[in-house]
């Protein structure tokens, strides 16, 4: 793959949306009761929200294609909601995923270099991110980019509060 990377813009809101939707369904409907799957995605994940977050600027979004095939994509944010950064010059990863049949060819490395050369230029210095404890796929990417453990909070899925790690690299 000849993976390209570019800034989203608010006409890409819908794209965003049903992207972040598919992926984190296909990531994880597996591993989730349908229930909690649906209650998640009628609720938190709805296409409207997420459609709002790029629409309203909350956070950059980055688009991952292959040619002009849309294969994943990110979302940074600058604000720093999670008490144990708060006052760090941080730079969050809220979301990072490929669709599925682009994973493991390339798209998760070019839009994690594309984070952290962001971080970079905004003079960021650590950048950090949260994922499933029961993710070892997505634990073992991150820890490869130079991400340690440093804490956990809960990630509720429906009525299953779930933990995710808390990982972060110095910039």
Request: aromatic share 12%; charged share 25%.
């Amino acid at each position: 793959m000849d993976i390209h990377i570019r800034k989203a813009s608010a006409a890409d809101a819908e794209l965003i949306a049903d992207l972040s939707r598919s992926t984190f369904y296909d990531a994880f409907a597996k591993d989730n009761t349908k229930e909690n799957m649906d209650a998640f995605m009628n609720t938190v994940f709805t296409k409207e929200a997420l459609m709002q977050q790029v629409i309203t600027g909350d956070g950059i979004f980055l688009l991952a294609y292959d040619g002009d095939t849309v294969t994943g994509y990110a979302r940074l944010r600058e604000e720093n909601e999670e008490e144990i950064m708060k006052g760090e010059n941080a730079f969050e990863i809220a979301r990072i995923y490929a669709v599925q049949s682009a994973i493991g060819k390339g798209v998760g490395p070019a839009l994690m270099k594309a984070c952290i050369e962001m971080a970079l230029d905004m003079k960021k210095s650590i950048i950090w991110l949260g994922v499933w404890e029961k993710n070892p796929r997505a634990i073992a990417f991150y820890q490869k980019w130079g991400f340690e453990k440093f804490g956990e909070h809960i990630f509720p899925i429906g009525d299953d509060p779930q933990t995710d790690w808390l990982m972060k690299k110095a910039l």
